[in-house]
């Protein structure tokens, strides 16, 4: 079954350094987003991506935060200066038509933390 | 602000018996419903999608919707100890992407 793929599983970074997170989305998918869950808390929505663009993004989704699909098969997510309170999981995510109608599929997600 | 609500638990079954995860929601132009299931420190997984009012089966699962109270159901039949995870309920309002999720239940099968 395809899958959608995460790198790293876990980082680690020192509060202030930049990180990209890679996804790797299921190949004839057209919609890619990025949520991310805080340790005991929600997942929450951050952006969404389509046509080479940003669709929607939310309050967190702030401009610390960029996306970018570099190529035809990689969707990065990153940070520009980390802060202690973007420890979290972050997840990848991908969808063949608008996953707000029809769910999506997630990667196995991200750990980031930053001491 | 839209919300999407779930009671945490855990909730407590024995091996065999049916599990009833609820889920209440805030926006009344909600269109599309869904059960993820996330094992501790993995990634969701879309176990069920409903759309219209009514009950949906798929084998030991049944999702059902009731728009006008706002109220959308997971019932797992037979449950069995792997089944133990925390169920979220996700919700789209129609809008081009986004889904908000519940905080999710916990769900403990007993042997």
């Known amino acids: 079954e395809p899958e959608v793929t995460q790198t790293p599983s876990h980082q680690v970074t020192q509060m202030g350094q930049e990180v990209i997170l890679r996804c790797v989305p299921i190949?004839?998918?057209?919609?890619f987003y990025w949520y991310r869950q805080i340790l005991g808390q929600k997942v929450e929505f951050l952006v969404s991506f389509y046509n080479n663009e940003i669709s929607e993004k939310s309050e967190i989704f702030d401009d610390q935060f960029s996306v970018e699909r570099p190529d035809g098969s990689n969707f990065t997510l990153k940070i520009r200066s980390t802060k202690l309170e973007d420890s979290a999981m972050y997840f990848c995510?991908?969808?063949?038509?608008?996953?707000?109608?029809?769910?999506?599929?997630f990667g196995s997600g991200t750990r980031l933390t930053v001491v | 602000q839209k919300e999407v609500e779930q009671n945490s638990g855990p909730l407590s079954v024995p091996e065999g018996a049916i599990a009833s995860l609820n889920c209440t929601y805030s926006?009344?132009?909600?269109?599309?419903f869904f059960w993820y299931r996330q094992y501790s420190g993995k990634s969701p997984e879309l176990i069920m999608s409903?759309?219209?009012?009514g009950d949906k089966e798929d084998g030991r699962f049944t999702a059902q919707l009731n728009k006008a109270s706002q109220y959308v159901s997971l019932l797992i039949r037979d449950s069995q100890p792997s089944d133990s995870a925390t169920y979220l309920c996700a919700v789209n309002t129609g809008t081009a992407s986004k889904l908000t999720f519940g905080t999710g239940t916990r769900l403990q099968v007993t042997l």
């Open positions: 190949s004839n998918h057209l919609y």
């Open positions: 409903i759309y219209s009012n």
């Open positions: 926006d009344r132009v909600s269109q599309s």
């Open positions: 995510a991908s969808s063949k038509q608008t996953g707000g109608g029809y769910g999506y599929t």
